[in-house]
């Protein structure tokens, strides 16, 4: 797998050849020539949103507090 397709909940996409851009420097979503691959990965993306479950997206989770 060479590729790297991702399409954010506002429709920004991200698309990236790893074969060519490993560090993913250039973002291939804008180009003609990349729609009918991106077509083709998008069928893979989930189709509803779902809620973050308890604790996702919170980065502190496994620090320990500080007392005070």
Do not use: C, M
């Amino acid at each position: 797998r060479h590729e790297r397709y991702i399409r954010y909940a506002n429709g920004d996409e991200e698309f990236y050849d790893h074969r060519e851009d490993p560090n993913e420097w250039k973002n291939l979503a804008g180009l003609e020539q990349t729609a009918a691959r991106r077509k083709e990965l998008s069928k893979y993306l989930p189709t509803t949103e779902v809620p973050p479950t308890k604790g996702e997206g919170d980065g502190n989770k496994n620090k320990k507090k500080k007392k005070d």
